[in-house]
C-alpha cells in the first residue's frame, strides 16, 4: 500500500485561538463592583421617576428608601447583600467622595462674604450649637458607634454630604452611616412640607423665610425646595446661608481629624508596639476635603463657565442619589429596631433646636 503524500498527512488539529478581542479581561475590580453600581445606577433612575411623578418628594430621599426596599425585598436582598454588595459599597463610600468634591463648585466666598459678618455669626452660633447639642444628647440616649457625632453633623452642615465627609474621616461603620443619613434625610425631608406652613403666621417677609430655611434645613437640595415656596428672594437668601454652613464642613472635618489623630496617639501609646493597626493615624485633611477646597477656589476665581458649573451641579445631585441608593441598600430594619425609639427621639429634638435657633437668629440679626 503506497503512503500518503507528508502534505496530506493527518494533522493534529491546531489549538483554537482566541481573537484580540476575546483575550480582554476586565478588571477583576471592575468585575467585582460592576453589579452593585448597575444596580445603583437603576436606583437612582427609579428616584428620578418618584420625583417626576410625585415632586414633592425628593430625588434623595426616594432614592435612600429605594435602597431600603431593595435590602428587604425577598427578590432583591440575596443580590443586594450578595453579588452587589461590592459595588453598593464603592456607591456609598467613594461616589460620595466623589459629590463631596462637586459641592464644592456651588459655593463662592464672595457670596459668602456678601451676606454680612452678622449673619455669618449667626450661623456659626447655630451650627456650633445644633453641633454640641445633638452629640451631647445621642450620648446621652446611649446610641451606639459613632451615630450621635454623625447625626450632629448632618443637621448642623449639610446632611448626607456632610455625614459621608465625617464618615470618612473616622471610618465609622457603615450601618452608623446608614442610620444617620436616615433619619437626617427623612426629618429633611418633614421639614420641606411643615416649614412653608409656618412663613406666614410667624410673621417672616421673604427673605428673613429664606434665611431661616437656609440655616436650618440639613440638605442643599431640601433648601431649594422649601425656600422656593416662598419666591426668588427668599430663595436667594436660603441658598446663600445654607452655602455658610457647607462652608463651615471643611474645618469641622479638620477638626474631628485632629481629634481622631489624637485618640489614635492615645490608643497606640497603650498597645503593643506589635500591632500594626496601632501606628496608623486618619489624615488631617482628608484628600476629598482638599478637593472640595479646591473647587471652592476655582468657583471663587470665576474660571469655571456657568453652563459648567450647572453641569457640575446635576452630576453632584446624581452621584449623591446613587451614594444614598447604596447607604440605604446597608440599613437593616429589624437591628435599627433595637435603637429607632433613640434615634426618631433625638432626630426630633435636633431639628426643633435648629429650627429654633435658626428662627432667633434670624429675627435678631433682621
Known amino acids: 500500500m503506497s503512503q500518503a503524500h507528508p502534505a496530506l498527512r493527518a494533522r493534529p488539529p491546531r489549538p483554537v485561538t482566541r481573537s484580540a478581542t476575546s483575550r480582554l479581561r476586565w478588571p477583576p475590580a471592575l468585575r467585582s ?31 435612600m428608601v429605594l435602597g431600603m426596599i431593595a435590602a428587604h425585598l425577598p427578590a432583591l436582598r440575596t443580590i443586594t447583600q450578595g453579588v452587589a ?19 464644592g463648585l456651588q459655593l463662592s466666598l464672595a457670596d459668602v462674604v456678601g451676606l454680612g459678618w452678622v449673619t455669618a455669626l449667626m450661623v456659626l452660633v447655630v451650627v456650633a450649637v445644633t453641633f454640641t447639642g445633638t ?8 446610641l451606639p458607634g459613632d451615630q450621635p457625632l454623625l447625626v450632629a453633623t448632618g443637621y448642623s452642615i449639610c446632611g448626607a454630604s456632610a455625614i459621608g465627609a465625617v464618615s470618612q474621616t473616622t471610618r465609622s461603620d457603615q450601618k452608623d452611616v446608614a442610620n444617620a443619613v436616615a433619619v437626617v434625610t427623612l426629618c429633611g425631608t418633614l421639614a420641606i412640607a411643615v416649614l412653608p406652613l409656618l412663613h406666614h403666621p410667624l ?18 437640595g431640601q433648601v431649594v425646595a422649601a425656600a422656593q415656596t416662598a ?31 489624637r485618640r489614635t496617639a492615645e490608643h497606640a501609646s497603650v498597645e503593643s508596639a506589635s500591632d500594626e493597626n496601632a501606628s496608623v493615624r486618619p489624615p488631617l485633611i482628608p484628600l476629598f476635603v482638599a478637593g472640595f477646597l479646591m473647587m471652592i477656589l476655582l468657583r471663587t476665581g470665576g474660571h469655571i463657565p456657568e453652563a459648567a458649573l450647572a453641569q457640575a451641579a446635576s452630576v453632584q445631585h446624581l452621584l449623591l442619589a446613587a451614594a444614598l441608593f447604596g447607604l440605604g441598600s446597608s440599613i437593616h430594619l429589624p437591628s435599627m429596631t433595637r435603637t429607632g425609639g433613640r434615634m426618631a427621639l433625638l432626630g426630633l429634638a435636633s431639628w426643633i433646636v435648629i429650627a429654633g435657633l435658626s428662627y432667633l437668629g434670624v429675627i435678631v440679626t433682621a
Open 33 to 63: 463592583n460592576a453589579p452593585g453600581l448597575c444596580l445603583a445606577a437603576g436606583g437612582v433612575a427609579g428616584a428620578r421617576l418618584v420625583h417626576d411623578l410625585l415632586p414633592m418628594v425628593p430625588t434623595l430621599t426616594a432614592a
Open 85 to 103: 454588595r461590592p459595588g453598593l459599597g464603592v456607591a456609598a463610600k467613594r461616589l460620595m467622595r466623589v459629590a463631596i468634591v462637586l459641592l
Open 135 to 142: 452629640l451631647w444628647l445621642g450620648r446621652r440616649l446611649g
Open 203 to 220: 410673621g417672616l417677609t421673604d427673605a428673613a423665610f429664606g434665611r431661616w430655611v437656609g440655616a436650618s434645613v440639613h440638605d442643599v
Open 231 to 261: 419666591g426668588p428672594a427668599s430663595l436667594t437668601e436660603a441658598v446663600l446661608v445654607k452655602l455658610m454652613r457647607v462652608a463651615l464642613l471643611a474645618p469641622l472635618v479638620a477638626l474631628i481629624a485632629i481629634s481622631a489623630r
